[in-house]
């Protein structure tokens, strides 16, 4: 099931959702954090990136989340690929872009509390949508128990 985005937004933050929306910004906002973190403390960049373990673990978080992003990107922009892949391409730059000016700090920051929005919102909504099914599901089965008890009452 593809909803857009602004459905997507309505789904995470519908008060029957909390739960989902909570679990969904714990999982789905770490990764930008971590990534944070890791871009900003841990990599030293006056060695060698290819021999620290930290500079793989930190690619990994910048593609799990450009993969979402890209995904809200190319809805937002009405489908157009290109400028979405560009778009993810400067916000996952701007977040892990580490320099000496403030303004390039503060730029960072709001990167990464907009990464940590998207993908919180498109987890928990995944998670929303799975919990309805799920309802759904226990429906089914709690009418094919009560089913299959009227019928062993009658057969008795």
Known sequence: MKLGVVTQVKQATAR?????ASIGFAFGGLV???TYVISHYEIDYNMSLLGQVLVYVGAGGLIYSALTVIQWATMMFNGNWFKAVFFVTILEGLMVCKTKT?????????ALLFLVIVNGIAVGCTLSSQEKVDEENLKEEKKELRNLRRQNKNDV
């Not at 029957?16 to 989902?20: C, G, K, N």
């Not at 403030?102 to 709001?110: E, R």
């Open 16 to 20: 029957e959702s909390r739960v989902a």
């Open 102 to 110: 403030n303004i390039a700090f503060w730029l960072s920051l709001v």
């Open 32 to 34: 930008p954090i971590g």
